[in-house]
């Protein structure tokens, strides 16, 4: 899952799973995360500059953003090292929710 538009980059944040271990960018926040359901929520404030993802209810990762002033996020599955020929990602009841000024 990856948040994009930042300034100086192309992501504000970037989940990836490798192996069993879920990390933002290469590194690790959580293990044990292959081959389960999971509930993720990402809050990402942009006029704080600051990004938070929960995993099942828990806050595994609290961060600052790269900036930037218009953004849109992608999920999906991306070759990753030693990528095989099966590789998936399943996702279900996406919402979207932004901030009243």
Known sequence: MQVFGASGHATT?????YG?????????ILSNIHNRWFRLNV??????????VYIDGSLVYKGVD??????????GVYAQDDDSHLMESRWKGIKIFKKKK
């Open 13 to 17: 944040l970037m989940l990836r799973v």
């Open 43 to 52: 809050f990402h404030d942009v006029d704080d500059s600051k990004v938070m």
């Open 66 to 75: 790269h900036g930037g002033k218009s953004h849109y996020f992608k999920f």
């Open 20 to 28: 069993d271990n879920l990390a933002v960018y290469r590194s690790k």
